[in-house]
């Protein structure tokens, strides 16, 4: 993953100079690769023998005990901490990450917690959390992900320091997703066509735009649309058209409307929007509505994303969300609808 380079550029620098903080908040788009950097850094971190000599790179001696131990995703000094079914971080785990904070490393020197996504922290993961953040064991290093455009607390924040990790550009995307593509049995190989797709509606996020391609997102995306087309233009009921944004999965559905709500937004503003295949919709609404119109979608769809910490009804929400987008139809439209 080329694109990251400069990042990791970066963390060796202050590893080899011992400026590594206690905590680290990598930010960054989903499918960037972030959990996959962040578990490089713990790999390098418990090396025992990283090799960097003479002003090269740090770099991992793969032939270590610590390094066998890695790579058999066996490691008993790292531990991951992810959302669990309730879309959030629950505050069991961050006790169970305060336990393990506090404790001696088994085998190594030091020991490696990651956090994917502290953004899913509720409040009292959060505030349990901050107790760890702001007593830090020497031996124990933190790396917190973030989603970009996702909020993290300030006092979580401050406490940390940040690194971002920026979204590759379209060529170097599309090479290496061409790539990971050769990977697979030629059977399962996507088209050209289905790969520059995936990278579009992935906004150049390569391992986003392979995992869509790798699964059912695209179809079941292009199903979502045109119930939303034909909801809009009254030939679906509500109900009918909320079914393929429920397959979708509550996340990727109000992804999927928060990104046509901010190219609804790049119309108004006279821009173009990245999702060519409901540009002419979306054209058409902003046509007949003010700019702020927009914002305001945008701003029910992140009400919509917090409330996920109480397990909404992916397709209640979705059903709310459509017809907050139906106001839009101009009244003699919805009318004759």
């Given at each position: 993953?080329?694109?990251?380079?400069?990042?990791?550029?970066?963390?060796?620098?202050?590893?080899?100079?011992?400026?590594?903080?206690?905590?680290?908040?990598?930010?960054?788009?989903?499918?960037?690769?972030?959990?996959?950097?962040?578990?490089?850094?713990?790999?390098?971190?418990?090396?025992?023998?990283?090799?960097?000599?003479?002003?090269?790179?740090?770099?991992?001696?793969?032939?270590?005990?610590?390094?066998?131990?890695?790579?058999?995703?066996?490691?008993?000094?790292?531990?991951?901490?992810?959302?669990?079914?309730?879309?959030?971080?629950?505050?069991?785990?961050?006790?169970?990450?305060?336990?393990?904070?506090?404790?001696?490393?088994?085998?190594?020197?030091?020991?490696?917690?990651?956090?994917?996504?502290?953004?899913?922290?509720?409040?009292?993961?959060?505030?349990?959390?901050?107790?760890?953040?702001?007593?830090?064991?020497?031996?124990?290093?933190?790396i917190?992900?973030?989603?970009?455009?996702?909020?993290?607390?300030?006092?979580?924040?401050?406490?940390?320091?940040?690194?971002?990790?920026?979204?590759?550009?379209?060529?170097?995307?599309?090479?290496?997703?061409?790539?990971?593509?050769?990977?697979?049995?030629?059977?399962?190989?996507?088209t050209?066509e289905?790969?520059?797709?995936?990278?579009?509606?992935?906004?150049?996020?390569?391992?986003?735009?392979?995992?869509?391609?790798?699964?059912?997102?695209?179809?079941?995306?292009?199903?979502?649309?045109?119930?939303?087309?034909?909801?809009?233009?009254?030939?679906?009921?509500?109900?009918?058209?909320?079914?393929?944004?429920?397959?979708?999965?509550?996340?990727?559905?109000?992804?999927?409307?928060?990104?046509?709500?901010?190219?609804?937004?790049?119309?108004?503003?006279?821009?173009?929007?990245?999702?060519?295949?409901?540009?002419?919709?979306?054209?058409?609404?902003?046509?007949?509505?003010?700019?702020?119109?927009?914002h305001?979608?945008?701003?029910?769809?992140?009400?919509?994303r917090?409330?996920?910490?109480?397990?909404?009804?992916?397709?209640?929400e979705?059903?709310?969300?459509?017809?907050a987008?139906?106001?839009?139809?101009?009244?003699?439209?919805?009318?004759?609808?």
């Amino acid at each position: 993953m080329p694109w990251l380079d400069e990042a990791w550029n970066s963390l060796q620098q202050r590893i080899g100079e011992g400026r590594l903080p206690h905590a680290l908040l990598i930010n960054g788009e989903r499918g960037v690769g972030k959990r996959a950097f962040a578990e490089s850094v713990a790999a390098l971190l418990m090396c025992d023998h990283p090799g960097g000599n003479n002003g090269e790179p740090l770099a991992r001696c793969g032939h270590c005990k610590q390094c066998q131990l890695v790579e058999a995703g066996t490691h008993p000094d790292i531990r991951l901490y992810s959302p669990e079914k309730s879309r959030m971080i629950k505050v069991d785990q961050i006790r169970a990450l305060s336990t393990f904070a506090v404790s001696s490393p088994q085998v190594g020197r030091r020991k490696v917690a990651i956090i994917d996504r502290a953004d899913q922290l509720n409040i009292n993961s959060a505030n349990a959390l901050l107790k760890t953040l702001e007593e830090p064991s020497s031996d124990t290093v933190l790396i917190l992900l973030q989603e970009s455009g996702r909020p993290v607390l300030p006092t979580i924040r401050s406490r940390c320091q940040s690194m971002v990790i920026a979204v590759p550009q379209e060529e170097v995307a599309a090479r290496w997703l061409s790539l990971e593509i050769l990977q697979l049995d030629e059977k399962d190989r996507p088209t050209a066509e289905q790969a520059a797709k995936a990278l579009a509606m992935a906004a150049n996020a390569p391992r986003l735009a392979l995992d869509y391609l790798n699964g059912d997102f695209l179809a079941l995306r292009d199903q979502a649309l045109e119930g939303f087309r034909q909801f809009m233009k009254g030939k679906l009921t509500v109900g009918e058209a909320a079914k393929p944004f429920k397959a979708l999965g509550l996340e990727a559905a109000l992804w999927l409307f928060e990104r046509w709500a901010a190219d609804l937004a790049r119309i108004a503003a006279g821009g173009q929007p990245r999702d060519a295949d409901a540009a002419d919709m979306l054209g058409y609404l902003a046509s007949s509505n003010p700019p702020w119109r927009a914002h305001q979608l945008l701003e029910q769809i992140h009400e919509a994303r917090s409330a996920t910490v109480y397990n909404v009804n992916p397709e209640l929400e979705a059903t709310r969300l459509l017809m907050a987008w139906q106001t839009l139809m101009p009244r003699r439209k919805r009318a004759s609808a």
